[in-house]
């Protein structure tokens, strides 16, 4: 029955076999008579699936399904049809936790030159695996560093810090804790995915990634950057994420993924080491030249969002491209940092006011308008408050985050 369905590398990578039966059932409901081909990437087909077996003996599936479905030009598939199919599944799935979810994107071969020369596209054609159909990874186009879109990969600075930040509970419970350590562990392995292009390395998968860094760390540039144990850091947390097991305290796994992240914004932006935090929030609010470029995709998007405030604040036409290429990503990476920082401080018991002060500055530039407080809301209040307008400024801003933000 499941002949036509080619899953062998889920015994390759000794994936319990209720990943395998997910698949099968992912599988069944898609109309595969009118596809040419399903392709499976992301942790999926690398082997870095996130799982545990928990008390009831019940597999605990942290990782995403992610396809890539080609229909047949001669058979149009409604995407909707295939999004309400797929969303049936992932609820009868069993899952619970908040990171596990399916995803898909479709187009036909015949499109598949157009595909963005991202690391995503990279990756895919490097591990994505076909499950069923014809083998069309040789149409997906070669990403080389030549044409990699660097723009891309430093806008998983912004994307990893905006995952993290909204990944922070709102309550302390010790399920909650351990969805925050892997949280953290998950976004600082895309720190060598952000790094090692700037080094003139192109490389797939976390595991890859993390045993190159071991190899070669002495002869990277970043090695005046990062200290000596970033590659110890980095392994443990690649433990942290297959295994779900955290040995180090949450908030020194917090503090050393921020610091991680506070280097890797010093090294790719030719920032001097000793700048203390502070010093680099400044300089990003403050940059003339944009650390992250802009992807194509947003440019209208952000055209459209600049036009409508800068035209109810009666700025001049001319200030809204200096608007967005001298501030908007520095405002967003300082933002997040501070609130980071604040939020670490709160936790370990430092006055956060400082932190949340300035992120409360940034978060006014960033929408554009001015917005208040209670004196008397404490901390936790006025941080998640920020954080709810921050989410409100990405849905306005329609920006590009890879997965829907709840």
């Known amino acids: 029955m499941y002949q036509q369905f080619n899953l062998e590398f889920c015994d390759e990578f000794h994936y319990p076999y209720k990943i395998k039966e997910d698949l099968m059932k992912i599988l069944e409901v898609l ?19 996130s799982y545990r077996i928990n008390a009831k003996a019940q597999i605990e599936l942290f990782s995403d399904y992610e396809f890539l479905i080609v229909p047949k030009i001669t058979c149009p598939v409604r995407r909707s049809f295939v999004r309400s199919k797929l969303s049936e599944i992932q609820d009868s799935l069993g899952y619970e936790n908040p990171f596990f979810h399916i995803d898909f994107s479709m187009r036909p071969v015949a499109s598949f030159r157009f595909m963005p020369k991202t690391i995503r596209t990279f990756e895919m054609k490097k591990t994505g695996k076909i ?78 990634r993390v045993r190159f860094l071991h190899e070669n760390f002495s002869k990277l540039k970043s090695r ?30 917090y503090r050393s993924v921020l610091e991680s992240y506070v280097i890797l914004i010093k090294f790719i932006g030719n920032i001097k080491k000793s700048c203390s935090l502070s010093e680099l929030i400044q300089y990003l609010f403050d940059i003339k030249i944009p650390l992250i470029p802009r992807l194509l995709r947003q440019r209208v998007y952000e055209t459209l969002y600049a036009t409508r405030y800068f035209t109810v604040k009666g700025f001049k036409r001319h ?10 990503r520095g405002l967003i990476i300082a933002f997040l940092l501070c609130m980071h920082y604040a939020m670490w401080e709160y936790m370990v018991g ?38 709810a307008l921050y989410l409100s400024f990405l849905k306005d801003f329609d920006f590009f985050l890879g997965r829907s933000l709840k």
Not at 38 to 49: C, M, Q, Y
Not at 164 to 182: G, H, M
Not at 187 to 204: K, M, S, V
Not at 226 to 252: A, I, M, Q, R, T
């Open 31 to 49: 109309p595969l008579s009118n596809l040419d081909s399903i392709l499976i990437f992301g942790s999926t087909s690398r082997g870095e699936l």
């Open 131 to 208: 499950i069923y159909g014809q083998d069309i990874k040789s149409n997906i186009p070669d990403v080389t560093l030549k044409n990699l879109d660097m723009g891309d990969i430093n806008n998983l600075i912004m994307i990893r810090l905006t995952h993290l930040l909204f990944d922070i509970p709102k309550k302390s419970t010790e399920v909650n804790r351990l969805f925050l350590k892997y949280s953290l562990c998950r976004n600082a392995l895309e720190i060598p995915t952000i790094l090692l292009p700037h080094e003139g390395y192109l490389i797939a998968s976390y595991k890859a």
């Open 224 to 253: 005046r950057y990062f200290p000596n144990s970033f590659p110890n850091f980095l392994e443990n947390c690649l433990k942290g994420k297959l295994n779900l097991v955290f040995p180090d305290p949450l908030e020194d796994l």
């Open 319 to 328: 200030s809204i491209k200096r608007w967005i290429s001298n501030h908007f």
């Open 350 to 387: 430092i006055d956060p006011c400082e932190k949340l002060s300035k992120a409360y500055r940034l978060l006014q530039s960033l929408l554009l308008k001015d917005f208040t407080f209670n004196d008397s809301d404490s901390f936790e209040v006025k941080w998640y408050q920020m954080r």
